[in-house]
T-cell receptor, first 118, second 113 residues
Framework: ETGVTQTPRHLVMGMTNKKSLKCEQH?????MYWYKQSAKKPLELMFV???????ENNSVPSRFSPECPNSSHLFLHLHTLQPEDSALYLC?????????????????FGPGTRLTVL | GNSVTQMEGPVTLSEEAFLTINCTYT??????LFWYVQYPGEGLQLLLK?????DKGSNKGFEATYRKETTSFHLEKGSVQVSDSAVYFC????????????FGTGTRLTIIP
């Protein structure tokens, strides 16, 4: 496979469940991102990882727990979510600017996981 | 902080009509500006970009010009097609620090044959 893949594509969970979203990139990038896309709101950056180290956490509630075991994989662990957490969760990857030397490194997005919390 | 404001949708046009989707921004310094497109069931794809004032980004018949004096980056296309139906996002990236993008709310575009 090529590009950025995300699994599952759709997920329905109760507020007491624990689940995980998975993202995998096949582009040789070293930066990965989680975004939340809610209706009628701007895309919200949640977490950024550079070289497997978390470099940004945008005040995300602790019920969302990211994990980046290597530069190709990114997980988002979910527990005790609320109905307002229902959204499309997008993963993206890019080359890190410090290593590429380029002024801009395009972010490539996966298709997203549509999450519904009941 | 940085912010992006784009015109509210949805926008519905007939095929071959002229398209404009407005985008204005607030940022310190000289950000880079982008338009991303999201087709149904897919992730976002970079459509075009401009990295400095007066630059014009273009791709697939779409154009946008970086206007620093009006802090705008409006998306235009002279003749839209049904296949252009998608959600369009305006975004900016500060030229300081990391690759963090600030997005607008998105504009849903529907083209009718």
């Amino acid at each position: 496979e090529t590009g950025v893949t995300q699994t599952p594509r759709h997920l329905v969970m109760g507020m007491t469940n624990k689940k995980s979203l998975k993202c995998e990139q096949h582009l040789g990038h070293n930066a990965m991102y989680w975004y939340k896309q809610s209706a009628k709101k701007p895309l919200e950056l949640m977490f950024v990882y550079n070289f497997k180290e978390q470099t940004e956490n945008n005040s995300v509630p602790s019920r969302f727990s990211p994990e980046c075991p290597n530069s190709s994989h990114l997980f988002l662990h979910l527990h005790t979510l609320q109905p307002e957490d229902s959204a499309l969760y997008l993963c993206a990857s890019s080359q890190d600017r410090r290593t590429s030397g380029l002024d801009y490194n395009e972010q490539f997005f996966g298709p997203g996981t549509r999450l519904t919390v009941l | 902080g940085n912010s992006v404001t784009q015109m509210e949708g949805p926008v519905t046009l007939s095929e071959e009509a002229f398209l404009t989707i407005n985008c204005t921004y607030t940022a310190t310094g000289y950000p880079s500006l982008f338009w991303y497109v999201q087709y149904p069931g897919e992730g976002l794809q970079l459509l075009l970009k401009a990295t400095k004032a007066d630059d014009k980004g273009s791709n697939k018949g779409f154009e946008a010009t970086y206007r620093k004096e009006t802090t705008s980056f409006h998306l235009e296309k002279g003749s839209v097609q049904v296949s252009d139906s998608a959600v369009y996002f305006c975004a900016l990236r500060s030229n300081f620090g990391n690759e963090k993008l600030t997005f607008g709310t998105g504009t849903r575009l529907t083209i009718i044959p």
